[in-house]
């Protein structure tokens, strides 16, 4: 009886699994159309002028970092990451929640 009531729960527990892979793929697929959606929308305005000046006080990695220290303002910030040789636009969304970062390949 014992073996069978824990093969039932194995086979639920299984069910949320696989339910919840499913709302992961779909949250991530609503993402990447959210993320393309803003880079449509916000590509023909990553210029000098419209970069959000935080006073070059310290280099910030991402979005999150700039989040985190109480810049609220979605827009481009100057960002480099640790591994990066040199510094570059991204396109912060702060709303949300904030932080996502958006990078698009300029060509």
Known sequence: MHNENCFQEQIRLQGQVRILEHRVKQQQLKIIWLLEKKEIQYSD??????????????QYSD?????????????FYKMKPIQSPTEFLAFC??????????????V
């Open 45 to 58: 305005r990553g210029d000098e002028k419209s970069v959000i000046d935080l006073g070059e006080k310290r």
């Open 63 to 75: 979005c999150a970092e700039i989040y985190n220290d109480g810049h609220k303002q979605s827009g």
């Open 93 to 106: 969304d702060m709303s949300e929640g904030g932080g996502w970062t958006t990078i698009s390949k300029q």
